[in-house]
């Protein structure tokens, strides 16, 4: 015969993942790309790939660049269709990748961006893109 006055079992909570913990979790998985591409790309292109990928990568640089002298910091550029606008929303391990990234110097990759002028533009010459060549030409103004 059952208890009359038996107490009802306890049941577990629900583990509710909130989205203040999603976002944590995706932004330091996003940081750990960031960190691992960014230090691959250093030790690719040292401080900036116009003036050590020439010699290191077969690179080819105009005469406005060729006779270039770095200012500033060394920087992590995106290449191309990976630029940071292009791939919000997209996985870190695609949108941050040795192929769509270079370092430059803080002038040139102001140039590149568009903030400065001349403009500069930087060509894929393969499929590997900055993993392998390089043509830096200066842009229309």
Same mark, same amino acid.
């Given at each position: ?7 009802? /079992? ?8 909130? #989205?203040k ?10 940081? +750990? ?6 230090? /691959?790309?250093?030790?690719?292109d ?35 269709? !990976?630029? +940071?606008? !292009?791939? /919000? ?21 102001? /140039? ?6 001349? #403009?500069?533009?930087?060509?894929k &010459? ?7 060549? &390089? ?7």
């Amino acid at each position: 015969m059952a208890e009359v006055n038996a107490r009802p /079992r306890a049941t577990p909570k629900r583990k509710i993942v909130t #989205r203040k913990t999603v976002k944590g979790r995706q932004d330091r998985a996003e940081g +750990r790309q960031k960190k691992a591409v960014r230090a /691959r790309c250093a030790t690719r292109d040292g401080t900036c790939r116009a003036v050590f990928g020439p010699a290191l990568h077969g690179d080819t640089l105009d005469q406005d660049t060729a006779g270039h002298e770095c200012q500033g910091p060394s920087e992590w550029a995106h290449l191309g269709d !990976k630029r +940071r606008g !292009k791939t /919000r929303g997209m996985a870190p391990e695609e949108r941050h990748t040795t192929a769509g990234s270079l370092m430059l110097c803080r002038s040139l990759h102001r /140039r590149y961006d568009g903030q400065a002028r001349p #403009r500069l533009e930087i060509e894929k &010459l393969s499929d590997k893109g900055a993993d392998g060549p &390089l043509r830096f030409t200066r842009g229309a103004d």
